[in-house]
């Protein structure tokens, strides 16, 4: 018997690039659906870092909370140098846990400057 092999190409790389790219899209779209609805605090995701988050933008992250648009955001992110476009995989954890608690402290009515503790961490930094 003669058989012979077939050899399926393997689908091109632009093809599994944009699967790829749909995939995160859709992730990114239900993380924003969770924390727009408050089943997801934007702290939380900033300290665990979910693999959809990790290229997404510090700013797109926060306005995605109810009443928060670029004003907001870049008021709040003014209190840090950071800039708006910085990803949330590329902080350092001390900027993780700068943000996660202002956010909390934000959450609590409380105004982020002048809580003490969050001061201080921000001089250190």
Same mark, same amino acid.
């Given at each position: 018997?003669?058989?012979?092999?077939?050899? =399926?190409?393997?689908?091109?790389?632009?093809?599994?690039? *944009? $699967?790829?790219?749909?995939?995160?899209?859709?992730?990114?779209?239900?993380?924003? @659906?969770?924390?727009?609805?408050?089943?997801?605090? =934007?702290?939380?995701?900033? *300290?665990? +870092?979910?693999?959809?988050? $990790?290229?997404?933008? =510090?700013?797109?992250? #926060?306005?995605?909370?109810?009443? &928060?648009?670029?004003?907001? +955001?870049?008021?709040? #992110?003014?209190?840090?140098?950071? /800039? $708006?476009?910085?990803? =949330?995989? /590329?902080?350092?954890?001390?900027?993780?846990?700068? !943000?996660?608690?202002? !956010? /909390? +402290?934000?959450?609590?009515? @409380?105004? &982020?400057?002048?809580?003490? &503790?969050?001061?201080?961490? *921000?001089?250190?930094?």
């Amino acid at each position: 018997m003669n058989a012979t092999a077939m050899i =399926v190409p393997a689908r091109p790389q632009y093809m599994r690039a *944009l $699967e790829r790219a749909n995939k995160v899209r859709l992730a990114r779209a239900e993380l924003k @659906r969770l924390v727009a609805m408050g089943e997801l605090p =934007v702290a939380e995701v900033i *300290l665990d +870092c979910p693999w959809e988050a $990790e290229s997404m933008a =510090v700013a797109d992250l #926060l306005m995605s909370q109810r009443r &928060w648009g670029q004003t907001r +955001c870049r008021k709040f #992110l003014a209190q840090i140098p950071m /800039s $708006e476009k910085k990803t =949330v995989g /590329s902080m350092t954890d001390r900027q993780r846990h700068t !943000l996660a608690a202002m !956010l /909390s +402290c934000s959450e609590r009515g @409380r105004a &982020w400057s002048a809580t003490p &503790w969050v001061t201080d961490s *921000l001089t250190r930094a």
